[in-house]
């Protein structure tokens, strides 16, 4: 299983000053983007009493460090000059700790700049927080992510990556932000090709023994279950008397022969020793308790059929119950239809699915149900969402959001295969990725030993993989280019370990200097930036969550990592050594870096190696 991944300081490591210095669980921290927004906010009220209540319209800005655009708005409503209602606020607007200056540009811009005591006293609030300052939900509600859903006896391939990194990602970010959250793995470990796997290994029992030890790897339990199901496909396909005796195990198995069912359960369990070594390989945690697959709906589905077609929700066509839609056609302008149950009595996937939120909403007391899947099963979707509208399962308090995304290329822009055509092995291209990145760490290591730079080699390996998935906007396809992914230049995740490390290195040679905030002292242009930005991780992180969009949390991180790069070249922290003090609090944006880029990249699932 995977292991929570930790700080330094929850290791013990307590040999430097680098993190904590005393921090503990506090409130939350205000921005210096909200308190600018409030202080606006007051000095409009006071300029422009008229105007009533009044949004500045704040955001960040390359002309200063925050812009107000709201007077525009305003002029319109007070039918004035958008310039002379500007200056009426600057007027009002004293300067004093928070703001340095402001300035009226264009048509009736506010360009603020805050103060360096303002910087330096936030950061010291969000240092002094094992939370950086980041709030809950004053609201939290409970969440369902479905996603990582495998296949039983079958291999998992690279379509399997996207949903398991990106599912991962927004559990441990919707959970930091405040959100209960519920993971469900809804792996398929039903359907008719059961029937000819459960009758080929009641004909040859020991085809799933194992080799005798202790322990079964991941490799010989897929390798089992790939030469079982070689097998029995080829007598499926050349003895008719197997194949009929096949189809007469399906209808055992759904009738819940006892005899059925535990051969059936071998093959699940089989299959969870492979899904666990691929997880475990990916550095992500599966609980078996979180497992839910299409069997655990079984009891349900009739049931929700008899709703479905008692509420009118569905109906029958040509012996099969049906949903349909205004605006889901098919090539011959008709009606294609959601089939909940087919003719011959068996159920379809939207049975299965539609029973999936019967029990996520009616049981778990969800209100949101995340569903991490490809977008090209949209359609799909839409129309099991819709459905369950219609059935009164989902509602206005009660919302199914498709985390739709795209597929993963080769370079050469065509879908992800081996040379062979073939679809490409999941463990495979980890274990490649292993192998590329360990070479980079040796190339660049410094008094590494073997075993470390295998460590490291698999932290950035793995990391590289999931962050190259990851900064790509889920509903993109991306391609999948090993050679820039373990590349120690542009937006990689190797940049921002190496850009950790180095914030550890410096420690390493700070001697009796501690990390202290100085808010007495100016700061250089390098110093400013990177606090301003230091400063958003909590807003970054809200509208990740928000949004499902895991990739502006790496795109954070990545800009974090490159305005630490450019302060580490102008701003000595060691060599040649500042004046103390000046030393004291760089050594304090070093450890509040440090602390940030770690939190985001265990967010992510990603390891921040302390040395490479």
Known sequence: MRKRLVAPWENGVTDTPFYRNGSQPMAPVTSLASTVDQRIADALSAALPEAGPADPLLRRSDRADFQANGM??????????????????????????????????????LNITVTDRAITETLAARAADDRLGVPRAADPGTTVI????????????????????????????????????IRRHHIGDWGTQFGMLIQYLTEHPHELDHSGA???SGEEAMSNLGRLYKAARTVFDADEEFKA?????????????????????????????YFHSVFDKLDMEIRDEDVVGESGYNDMLEETCRILEETGVAVRSDGALCVFFDDVKGPDGNPTPLIVKKSNGGYGYAATDLSAIRDRVGNLKANTLLYVVDARQSLHFKMVFETARRAGWLNEDVKA???????????????????????????????EAVER?????????????????????????????????????AARDYKFDLDQMVSLHGDTSVYIQYAYARTRSIFGKAGDRSPVARPELELAPAERALGLHLDQFGEVLNEAASSYEPHKLTAYLYQLASLFTTFYSECPVVKPAPPREVAENRLFLCDLTARTLHQGMTLLGIRTPERL
Not at 151 to 165: Q, T, Y
Not at 413 to 427: H, Q
Not at 444 to 470: C, F, M, N, P, S
Request: proline share 2%.
């Open 245 to 273: 005796r096949a189809r007469d195990r399906v209808v055992a198995l759904q009738a819940g022969d006892t005899e059925t069912l535990a051969q059936w359960q071998r093959f699940v369990d089989e299959s969870k020793i």
């Open 146 to 181: 479905d996603y990582a859903q495998p296949n039983v006896a079958k291999e998992m391939h690279v379509g399997h990556l996207r949903s398991a990194v990106i599912g991962a990602a927004m559990v441990e970010i919707l959970e930091f932000t405040g959100e209960n959250v």
């Open 214 to 216: 202790e322990t079964v």
């Open 401 to 431: 959001v498709q985390l739709a995304f795209g597929t993963v290329l080769g370079k050469d822009g065509k879908p992800f295969k081996t040379r062979e055509g073939e679809t490409v092995r999941l463990v495979d291209l980890l274990d």
């Open 72 to 109: 525009l708005a305003l002029a319109k409503k007070l039918k004035g000059n958008p310039r002379e209602l500007a200056a009426k606020v600057v007027q009002a607007l004293s300067a004093g700790d928070l703001v340095k200056e402001v300035e009226v540009s264009g048509p009736g811009f």
């Open 437 to 473: 990145a360990a070479a980079v760490v040796r190339e660049k290591a410094k008094d590494l030993t073997e075993d470390e730079i295998v460590e490291r080699g698999t932290q950035v390996g793995i990391g590289a993989v999931k962050y190259a998935d990851l900064s790509t906007s």
